[in-house]
């Protein structure tokens, strides 16, 4: 019969030793798995597409330094379901006649910007942030201009990709 | 018969003694309406636990049907109105009686030793209080469900360096989608009352093992010294938690529940439109318990500033509130004998009072 914990020290460390392996092995192959399942989102690729905004010639006719709202729907994969995404997208024309697709989240938190035509600024109604019309930050907490969507013209027809330029960090959307 | 039916669980399991041991504790006489904040915590997360469940009985966590679902559980569920009622106005009675009793602890000094791993254990009772209020503005699935999701995960994407990843695994993906919404559901009905059930109980194990020690007033006729250990072991008079403390329990949770549930009844819970992902005029309103960080949020503009709202402030601030009996070691504790903790303490709340007034005003000028 073998010895009991109290008949024998190193018994007694022996045992210890296993009970300790055993949880760790049991802790482990239950925590592999979780955290694959929880962090998994991190090793997935944004579904990048494309959508069709207006016509170029449509667009050209709106009078400058005034932002146009065209709302833009892209299909996208998420999860397990394909879903339409509607986004606003702030036109502007500006006195060259060079047009900008601004995003009306702001840049601070993402809140929903507001044009307030009064004082010629978008305005967010979370916590202050202001935008000139080109995109510029003029008041409030926002760390850096309007984003701007991606774009290319195709057939006289403006698409638009839901990604922003100069966004390394992939925040907004 | 009685007799009988108690005989035969005592000579197996000593039942009665075990009822003794829970009912019999030695609760301090004087302060006993005060004593009753944290039984009253324990009976609202009670409610709150039963309500939710029966709520999951008609909800859908996905994102364009969760509002619609909690639509048909106010207008088209029997007594629904109530239910969803109780749980919305429970929950903020729970965090608002959650701060009150906060106070009182930290008022009284409670938190001295040898009790500071009961105030560790409260605080982060409070910090998943506080993250389960969040994540069930968030599940209600109308347009400010949306933003505040938007606008939290943001925040999170501002901490250093696990920031952006943090983002993505809480949305379960880079935007906010059904997965998102399925997450918030996990961790709201899940994971974490769960945590508030396994850390309750040690909130209350450590109580019953430092013994309860009460306020200052409790030991008025004692003749040691406030450095004394001894002193705060034994109060001038005590009574047994079960019936005298109990009561008091009692009529306090029913004076609570009897406003929670008016204010069910009259006014049910506010669902509000529907989420628009394309309305131009839309002005997102964070809960009144998080107006303060939210006015907090305002103040540091730039990429180099914004760190300290979205995460320096708040978590050293939750770090000093956690370490508290770790910083204040002293040995008083009536609040008049600890003038600068006290007046700090009070300077502090008025802050939070201020900040969540002015966070509350309407931010956005109407659109023209």
Sequence with gaps: MAKSSEESPSRRTFMMVVIGLISSIIGVALAVPILGEVLSPLFKKRDIVWAELAKVDDLKKISPLTPKFVPVYFRVKEGWTVNTLPRQVIVVKDITGKLYFFSNQCTHLGCPLHWIAARQKFLCPCHGGMFNILGKVVGGPPPRPLYQWQHKIKNGTVLIQNKFIDNPKDRGI | ?368
């Design chain 2, 1 to 368: 018969m009685l007799k009988k039916i108690q005989n035969w669980f005592d000579e197996r399991i000593e039942l009665t003694e075990l009822i003794k041991e829970f009912n019999g504790e030695r609760i301090p006489r004087r302060g006993g309406w005060a004593y009753t904040l944290g039984s009253l915590l324990a009976f609202l997360f009670t409610v709150q636990v039963v309500t939710g469940i029966f709520l999951l009985f008609y909800y859908v966590p996905y994102f364009p049907m969760a509002r619609n679902a909690t639509y048909f559980i106010k207008h088209h569920v029997l007594l629904g109105n109530i239910l969803l009622g109780i749980h919305l106005w429970g929950a903020f009675t729970m965090i608002f009686f959650l701060l009150v009793h906060m106070a009182r602890v930290y008022f009284s000094g409670a938190y001295k030793k040898p009790r500071e791993l009961q105030w560790v254990a409260g605080m982060v009772l409070f910090t998943v209080v506080v993250i389960l209020g969040l994540t069930g503005y968030m599940l209600v699935g109308n347009e400010n469900s949306w933003w505040t999701i938007n606008v939290l995960t943001n925040v999170a994407s501002h901490t250093p360096i696990i920031g952006g990843f943090l983002r993505i695994v809480a949305r379960g993906g880079t935007e906010t989608s059904v997965l998102t919404m399925q997450h918030i559901f996990a961790v709201h009905v899940w994971l974490l009352p769960a945590a508030v059930m396994l850390f309750i109980p040690v909130h209350l194990f450590l109580i019953r093992k430092t013994g309860h020690q009460g306020m200052a007033l409790e030991y008025n006729n004692s003749k040691l010294s406030d450095d004394d250990i001894n002193k705060w072991k034994k109060p001038d008079a005590t009574v047994p938690f079960f019936p005298d403390q109990f009561y008091k329990d009692m009529i306090v949770a029913l004076c609570v529940f009897a406003v929670i549930y008016i204010l069910a009844v009259v006014y049910s819970a506010p669902i509000g439109p529907m989420y628009r992902p394309l309305a131009l005029n839309f002005a997102p309103e964070a809960d009144w318990y998080f107006l303060a960080n939210e006015e907090l949020l305002k103040y540091f503009p730039g990429h180099g500033l914004i760190i300290f709202s979205t995460f320096l402030i708040p978590n050293i601030g939750f770090a000093i509130l956690f370490a508290l009996p770790f910083i204040d070691r002293g040995h008083e504790r009536s609040p008049f004998k600890r003038p600068a903790a006290t007046v700090l303490g009070i300077l502090f709340l008025l802050l939070l009072v201020y900040l969540t007034l002015i966070g509350g005003e309407p931010k956005a000028p109407a659109t023209v």
